[in-house]
């Protein structure tokens, strides 16, 4: 085929309310599709928010995706299993996207990938959808306490890493690159500081808007863009007393 639709490989697996992708390596794929999900991991006679979709409980486990590139969007949605998952320089038109309404179990990310973690988007309006990320947030809260590292970002050397909501003590970092962020900062910081770059402030602020107590972001290296200007807002965290 001219591309590899990543859900197309999923194979029932007791009933087909279980779709399953595990011990499988996938490797110089140059036209990939992967968008996984969302999935329902509970009984959906206890609560099934979107009919029409005929969402199942979806898993991949112990699996490899090594020097790939997919050709649009990148994302793990919500109620999708990640146990055991290898993406190593695995590229994508913009960045990695993954729900935090993901259950991640040693997900390992290597390369230079932009990778953007965050919990869904919803209006007040939309029932459905807040009923379902109720469910799926108490199915995360139960599941990862038995999980002693959700993800593994040690040699993912990127300047474009923001991760909301997973906890900081989950993730094995290097923390010469990447800075543990907090949403009680948003009453610390003085934001009429032009020493506060804009990126930062997007960031810390992302954290009260989406309602998470905490973050991971990158630290700039010297070849970001806007590396001096960046590095002033980190200065002024340190001067601060949040940053060491």
């Not at 969402?55 to 109620?79: H, P």
């Not at 700039?220 to 200065?235: A, D, I, L, R, T």
Request: net charge negative.
């Amino acid at each position: 085929p001219d591309f590899l639709d990543i859900k197309n490989e999923f194979v029932e697996k007791e009933n087909s309310d279980f779709l399953i992708l595990e011990n499988r390596e996938f490797k110089n794929q140059k036209q990939m599709i992967f968008d996984i999900g969302p999935g329902i991991p509970w009984d959906k006679n206890i609560y099934n928010p979107f009919p029409k979709l005929k969402l199942t409980n979806i898993e991949i486990a112990d699996c490899t995706f090594s020097n790939c590139k997919v050709i649009s969007l990148f994302a793990i949605r919500s109620g999708v299993s990640v146990k055991n998952l290898l993406l190593d320089n695995v590229k994508c038109s913009d960045v990695l996207t993954i729900s935090t309404g993901a259950l991640l179990d040693n997900l390992v990310i290597k390369g230079k990938a932009g990778l953007w973690i965050k919990p869904d988007s919803y209006a007040k309006t939309e029932f459905e959808k807040i009923e379902y990320n109720r469910h799926i947030s108490n199915w995360i809260s139960n599941e990862q306490e038995k999980i002693d590292c959700m993800l593994n970002i040690l040699e993912l050397d990127s300047d474009d890493v923001e991760i909301l909501g997973i906890p900081i003590h989950k993730i094995a970092y290097n923390p010469e690159k990447y800075l543990p962020i907090y949403s009680e900062w948003n009453d610390i910081i003085d934001w009429n500081s032009s020493r506060v770059s804009p990126l930062l402030k997007i960031c810390i602020k992302r954290l009260k808007t989406f309602d998470v107590p905490y973050g991971l972001i990158s630290i700039p290296s010297k070849k970001h863009k806007h590396y001096f200007q960046e590095m002033e807002g980190f200065n002024y965290l340190k001067e601060v007393g949040l940053m060491e």
